[in-house]
T-cell receptor, first 115, second 116 residues
Framework: GAVVSQHPSRVICKSGTSVKIECRSL??????MFWYRQFPKQSLMLMAT?????????EQGVEKDKFLINHASLTLSTLTVTSAHPEDSSFYIC???????????FGPGTRLTVT | GNSVTQMEGPVTLSEEAFLTINCTYT??????LFWYVQYPGEGLQLLLK?????DKGSNKGFEATYRKETTSFHLEKGSVQVSDSAVYFC???????????????FGQGTILTVHP
């Protein structure tokens, strides 16, 4: 149980285009989903927290107009990187938390490369 | 604010050696504590958790005990395997208010390499 999927696993896009990453909880309802960014050999950096049906809460320094987050249902959240630039290249990981417990379950991550 | 400090790596061991990765934390209240493992190119997997003092989390031969008096949650395994090679993250989640849980605060991660 508690499986989270992400799609795509890898994406290469040209500078200036937008990319959408999907995060799904496959066997539980995720009241809260989180989006992280991870640089090589570093820990995870929380970008934003989203609760189903409400606006995402962004961490300080994260541009909400650049990283659009939608959490329209209890099993799906999306992250759209708008007008991507090479510095947005990174490993993006989502996680989901269900009702009644503190643990987060993580997706396998999406490797974004902007050329 | 909350913080998690892990022992610095990388840690290199021979197969069947004993493993300890130290983790200490600073938090207000009574956080829940976790160990996550990340294999190369993958997301994080929940390895074990403990939600109150003196709880012992265990999974796949790994153990960690929630020690409130020393604010620690050290990860141990009696006999490591090559397949345990990965990055290990200690983390805590505090209560955001009432019964809702807050964000995860991660340690910096410890790289473990196990040689045959």
């Amino acid at each position: 149980g508690a499986v989270v999927s992400q799609h795509p696993s890898r994406v290469i896009c040209k500078s200036g285009t937008s990319v959408k990453i999907e995060c799904r909880s496959l066997d539980f309802q995720a009241t809260t989903m989180f989006w992280y960014r991870q640089f090589p050999k570093q820990s995870l950096m929380l970008m934003a927290t989203s609760n189903e049906g409400s606006k995402a809460t962004y961490e300080q320094g994260v541009e909400k107009d650049k990283f659009l987050i939608n959490h329209a249902s209890l099993t799906l959240s999306t992250l759209t990187v708008t007008s991507a630039h090479p510095e947005d290249s990174s490993f993006y990981i989502c996680s989901a938390r269900g009702i009644g417990g503190p643990e987060q379950y993580f997706g396998p991550g999406t490797r974004l490369t902007v050329t | 604010g909350n913080s998690v400090t892990q022992m610095e790596g990388p840690v290199t061991l021979s197969e069947e050696a004993f493993l300890t990765i130290n983790c200490t934390y600073t938090a207000t209240g009574y956080p829940s504590l976790f160990w996550y493992v990340q294999y190369p190119g993958e997301g994080l997997q929940l390895l074990l958790k403990a939600t109150k003092a003196d709880d012992k989390g265990s999974n796949k031969g790994f153990e960690a005990t929630y020690r409130k008096e020393t604010t620690s949650f050290h990860l141990e395994k009696g006999s490591v395997q090559v397949s345990d090679s990965a990055v290990y993250f200690c983390a805590l989640s505090d209560k955001a208010g009432g019964t809702s849980y807050g964000k995860l605060t991660f340690g910096q991660g410890t790289i473990l390499t196990v040689h045959p």
